[in-house]
């Protein structure tokens, strides 16, 4: 195989050389997946391996060590982009929130059960929310992990609540292992002019229509945000890896920047 080291070109140099069809942050219409059937009886079931070109999803426990053993086989990952449960007390979902020590427990397991499939250098992207991101921090060092960043996402709209509507939520980057990262920013010498704010439209900047569907899921993200997350520290064809793929934000992403996610 020939890298693109090899004929003079930089990682961030193909991404740009490189159209894809990704939606703007200004363009929602990616984000508008049709909505689901309700009244239609579950097609997918536990165990359920799916495989879409190059990509795939395991329905199962991203908790259980079999399970992601099951999915990865021994690829190792590039990168995770991963939108974990914030420990919300969605009323007619969830019930109440787990308690802090739980959800420490819970994210700890899901670092490193993520880990043990990591390359040396690996990234790990983490959204959290204000109210959780110290018990992340947490988990995060007590994974051992490095933390590079802490991203704030800055959304065009603020969202419910009574005293000072969130209009914002975070990304927690960690580094896994002592090995260097993959750097495709480099201070925007290749036209990717990235800080630790980002500014994307939310939930409740999309299609009115969808409002019913995201009742259940209040933190969509945008495929835009995931696609420069992945761009910033990955290369073309590396494994990006998310075991909370919702309704397939992440892999959405993944397709159109030539990566490939599980």
Avoid at 78 to 83: H, T
Avoid at 104 to 110: E, G, H, I, N
Avoid at 249 to 260: F, H, P, Q, S
């Amino acid at each position: 195989d020939i890298s693109y080291e090899d004929v003079g070109f930089e990682i961030a140099e193909v991404d740009m050389l490189i159209q894809t069809s990704l939606a703007q942050s200004h363009d929602a219409a990616l984000d508008d997946a049709p909505p689901t059937q309700r009244d239609k009886p579950a097609i997918s079931k536990m165990g359920d391996h799916w495989k879409l070109d190059l990509h795939r999803v395991l329905c199962g426990d991203s908790l259980d060590p079999a399970t992601i053993l099951r999915l990865l086989k021994g690829i190792l990952i590039a990168c995770v982009l991963s939108d974990v449960p914030y420990n919300l007390a969605v009323k007619s979902f969830s019930g109440r929130g787990r308690i802090e020590e739980e959800f420490l427990s819970f994210l700890k397991r899901y670092l490193m059960l993520s880990i043990e499939h990591c390359a040396n250098g690996t990234l790990l992207y983490i959204f959290i929310d204000w109210r959780h991101v110290e018990i992340l921090l947490k988990a995060g060092r007590e994974c051992d992990l490095t933390l590079i960043n802490v991203v704030t996402w800055v959304k065009t709209n603020a969202g419910m609540g009574s005293f000072y509507p969130s209009q914002s939520e975070f990304v927690v980057v960690f580094k896994f292992g002592d090995a260097p990262h993959t750097n495709n920013i480099e201070l925007g010498r290749y036209g990717r002019n990235r800080s630790n704010v980002w500014e994307y439209e939310g939930a409740n900047s999309i299609n009115p229509e969808r409002r019913k569907e995201l009742a259940l899921h209040p933190t969509v993200k945008p495929a835009r945000l995931c696609a420069d997350a992945i761009l910033d520290c990955t290369a073309r064809g590396d494994i990006v890896f998310d075991g909370f793929p919702g309704s397939g934000t992440t892999l959405i992403a993944a397709e159109d920047v030539g990566r490939i996610c599980y």
